[in-house]
């Protein structure tokens, strides 16, 4: 069964009928949904069977033995001590709750293992979310910066980190210029000062102390652009190699789907066709 690469790669396969047959209003939600997993390509009825069986329903990200590591990492967080453990992670403990905030918005794990949140809660976050809690000192944050290829793990994952994050980030925002600035207003994001030369620079906080930075070059003449995601050095502390590559890949697929649902990526799709 093929792993799409793309929301774009999906959205390739349908009518661009908006017939909502599917539930989504439109068939780029509905790409952006078949991509994260969330709808199976089967949910709609105007694919071909042929086409049915050659990509079949599955996502971009390999889940195998996924479900394991979740109830795993689980059991190991419900031992935790709440109010100990949110100290530790930057978060707060209510009424026996874990509370961190996620990209701005309220993510919680109560005794039981039971998740609360105000988003989706997409597999890309699960697991860093509980590895951070059983894994993150109190130690502070240095304010330095480096690259995924530099974290234990992350050299010989970096040129599948290349094309999942930073080359899904770049397209988008090739193709939405007020990327940055949306990402800011949702996100709780903060554009920074130029980094590394860069021409807009933005920090995340898919975590409280996992700063994200986000480094983007437009296109100048004779070159392309060029976009690099960043982290902040104590991150070794906080996640392993996978659990940043799955934040990294995650925030991509959702930087990319927003962008399809606002109709920025249609261009593009139409070119690739």
């Known amino acids: 069964m093929a792993h799409f690469t793309s929301a774009i790669e999906v959205f390739k396969l349908l009518d661009r009928s908006n017939c909502r047959q599917c539930g989504e209003k439109t068939c780029m939600a509905?790409?952006?949904?078949?991509?994260?997993g969330t709808k199976s390509l089967t949910a709609c009825p105007r694919i071909d069977r042929a086409t049915l069986a050659r990509f079949g329903c599955g996502p971009a990200i390999e889940k195998e033995g996924e479900d394991d590591i979740v109830a795993g990492l689980i059991e190991q967080v419900c031992r935790l001590d709440p109010e100990e453990t949110a100290r530790r992670a930057g978060g707060v403990s209510v009424g026996g709750r874990i509370v961190l905030k996620v990209l701005g918005k309220d993510f919680a794990i109560d005794p039981q293992g039971n998740f609360f949140t105000d988003i989706h809660v997409n597999p890309w976050i699960v697991v860093p979310f509980l590895s951070y809690l059983v894994?993150?000192?109190?130690?502070?944050?240095?304010?330095?910066?480096?690259?995924?290829?530099?974290?234990a793990g992350g050299r010989e994952r970096y040129p599948l980190f290349r094309k999942r994050c930073e080359e899904v980030m770049q397209q988008v925002a090739d193709t939405w210029p007020d990327l940055f600035d949306d990402i800011v207003h949702l996100f709780s994001g903060t554009r920074v000062a130029e980094q590394f030369d860069s021409d807009i620079s933005v920090v995340l906080h898919p975590l409280p102390k996992v700063p994200v930075m986000i480094c983007y070059w437009r296109p100048a003449e004779g070159m392309a652009s060029s976009l690099n995601v960043f982290f902040e050095e104590t991150v070794e502390s906080r996640l392993d190699a996978g659990a940043v590559f799955n934040l990294g890949a995650g925030l991509a697929r959702m930087f990319e789907v927003l962008a399809l649902r606002h109709g920025f990526a249609i261009a593009h799709g139409r070119e690739t066709a």
């Open 135 to 151: 894994r993150c000192p109190a130690t502070p944050l240095t304010g330095k910066w480096i690259a995924f290829r530099e974290i």
């Open 30 to 36: 509905f790409a952006g949904a078949v991509y994260l």
